[in-house]
């Protein structure tokens, strides 16, 4: 089974920079598509980012476009999560997941089949 561990959440003032980690922890990640997931206190849980096996695509909510990057290193069986100009709405603990199988569709978490505990995010003014 696939375990995964994030980390690299923290305290940090708006227009702060963090990078976000998630490591497999059993399992690699089998060649699966990894995402970026977060949700806020009292929220649905959102999509943040998507990166296929290769890392030749990559897909972002809008709000996040141009401030966040995705990226992958399969050696290492660990994606990232680079976060740029943070705003406090994108406080929220943040969640990467494995992609399943017998969907095309990196938006919606029910598409996910691995999760990991998650890490929190907090952003202030």
């Known amino acids: 089974q696939v375990q995964l561990v994030e980390s690299g959440g923290g305290l940090v003032q708006a227009g702060g920079s963090l990078r976000l980690s998630c490591a497999a922890s059993g399992r690699t990640f089998g060649s699966r598509a990894m995402g970026w997931f977060r949700q806020a206190p009292g929220q649905e849980r959102e999509f943040v980012a998507a990166?296929?096996?290769?890392?030749?695509?990559?897909y972002y909510r809008n709000s996040v476009k141009g401030r966040f990057t995705i990226s992958r290193d399969n050696a290492k069986n660990t994606v990232y999560l680079q976060m740029n100009s943070l705003k406090p709405e994108d406080t929220a603990v943040y969640y990467c997941a494995r992609k399943g199988l017998g969907s095309d569709s990196y938006y919606y978490a029910h598409y996910y089949d691995y999760w990991g505990q998650g890490t929190q995010v907090t952003v202030f003014s």
């Open positions: 990166i296929t096996w290769s890392g030749g695509n990559t």
